[in-house]
C-alpha cells in the first residue's frame, strides 16, 4: 500500500511503525482481538461439521452470524494494527447490532426468530423491486430513460424470476410459511391503523419488539443503548467531526488522524460482548461438562490478557497524538 502520505504529512498522521513502544502495545491487542476470532472459529467448525448440529436450519443461520462477527472483529483487528482506533468505532457499532440481533434470536422461539432474520433482506429485495420495475413509478421512470426499454425488460423478467424463486423458498418450509403469515397480518394491521403503506422490522414480525432500543432491552442490554451503542452513532452519523481538535498550552491544534485515543473502551467492548454471545451460542448448543470447562478456562485466561491489552492502551501518553 502506497502511504507516502504518512510521511508527507507527519503532522497530521500518527504513524506507528515509528514508535516500537506504540506498536507492541498494539500488538497485545492484536492478539486479544485474534483469539476470540479463532475461538467464534472453532465454534463454527464445531456446528459445521462436529457432533454439536441441533437445528440444520437454525444451525446454519448461526454460523452465517457467527461469520460475520469474525469479519467484523478481524476488521477491527486490522484498523487497530494501524492506530486507527476511531475508525474501528464504526465496525464496533455493526458487530454490536449483529451480536444483539444473535442473541435475540437465540433467547426464545429461536426457530421463527431465525426463519424471520433470514427472509428479511428478500422481503427487501422484492419491495425495491416493486419500485424500480413499475414503468409508472418515479423510479420505473427513471430506470426505463437511464437504461433503454430493451435493458428495463431484461432487468424486469429478472425481477418476476426472483419473485417466483422467493416464493418457492417460503413454500420450502412450514416455518417460512408461518413467518409469510405473520409478516402480512402485522403489515395489513399497520397500514390500516396509519392508512398508509407500513413497513414491519422482522424483529416485529415474531415477538412484540418494535425498535432497536426494545430488542436490545429484549437481549439484555438496555443500559448499554445511551451510552455505548448512542455514543458509537456519533462517527457513524458524523457529529463528531468538531471533536478533531485539543486544546493545551499552546492553544488550539488538531489531533492526529490515527488518533490513539479511546482504544482502551474500543477493545474492551469489542471483547465484552463478543464473549458475552459466545456464551450464548455454547448454551445453545448445549455441549457437555468437559466443553463448558474448556469455555471458562479459555474466559479466564482471555480475561486477563484482555485486562493487561486496556492498561496498556490506557498507558499510552496523550503526546504521541498530538
Excluded at 476470532?37 to 472453532?42: M, P, Q, S, V
Excluded at 487497530?80 to 442473541?103: K, P, Y
Excluded at 427487501?124 to 433503454?148: D, H, M, P
Excluded at 425498535?211 to 458509537?232: H, P, T, V
Aim: net charge negative; glycine share 4%.
Amino acid at each position: 500500500m502506497d502511504d507516502n502520505y504518512l510521511k508527507i504529512f507527519q503532522e497530521l498522521f500518527f504513524n506507528i511503525e515509528e514508535n516500537e513502544d506504540v506498536k507492541e502495545i498494539i500488538e497485545q491487542s492484536s492478539w486479544v482481538l485474534a483469539s476470540i476470532i479463532t475461538k467464534f472459529g472453532e465454534l463454527q467448525n464445531e456446528i459445521s461439521y462436529g457432533t454439536s448440529r441441533q437445528h440444520d436450519f437454525v444451525d446454519t443461520v448461526i454460523c452465517l452470524f457467527i461469520r460475520k462477527i469474525m469479519e467484523q472483529l478481524d476488521a477491527i483487528n486490522v484498523l487497530f494494527s494501524v492506530g486507527s482506533f476511531t475508525q474501528a468505532q464504526i465496525i464496533l457499532r455493526a458487530l454490536i447490532e449483529n451480536i444483539i440481533t444473535l442473541e435475540f434470536i437465540l433467547k426464545d422461539d429461536t426457530e421463527k426468530r431465525a426463519a424471520s432474520y433470514y427472509l428479511e433482506h428478500h422481503y427487501q429485495e422484492i419491495e425495491l423491486g416493486v419500485r424500480c420495475f413499475n414503468k409508472n413509478s418515479k423510479y420505473g421512470k427513471l430506470i426505463l430513460a437511464q437504461k433503454g426499454e430493451e435493458q428495463f425488460n431484461s432487468d424486469c423478467e429478472k425481477y418476476r424470476k426472483k419473485k417466483e424463486a422467493f416464493q418457492r423458498i417460503i413454500k420450502s418450509k412450514e416455518i417460512f410459511q408461518k413467518v409469510d403469515e405473520a409478516r402480512n397480518k402485522k403489515l395489513n394491521e399497520k397500514e390500516k391503523e396509519k392508512n398508509k403503506k407500513a413497513y414491519v422490522q422482522w424483529y416485529e414480525v415474531c415477538s412484540n419488539v418494535s425498535n432497536f432500543y426494545q430488542l436490545m432491552k429484549e437481549a439484555g442490554y438496555e443500559k448499554y443503548y445511551q451510552g455505548i451503542y448512542g455514543g458509537l452513532s456519533n462517527e457513524t452519523h458524523a457529529l463528531n467531526s468538531a471533536m478533531g481538535m485539543s486544546v493545551d498550552e499552546n492553544g488550539i491544534c488538531l489531533k492526529r488522524i490515527r488518533n490513539l485515543e479511546e482504544g482502551s473502551s474500543t477493545l474492551s467492548i469489542a471483547c465484552t460482548f463478543s464473549v458475552s454471545v459466545l456464551n450464548e451460542i455454547y448454551k445453545y448448543l448445549n455441549d457437555g461438562e468437559d466443553e463448558r470447562k474448556d469455555f471458562q478456562s479459555f474466559f479466564l485466561d482471555f480475561q486477563k490478557k484482555r485486562d493487561i491489552a486496556c492498561q496498556n492502551l490506557d498507558m499510552i501518553k496523550s503526546s504521541q497524538n498530538n
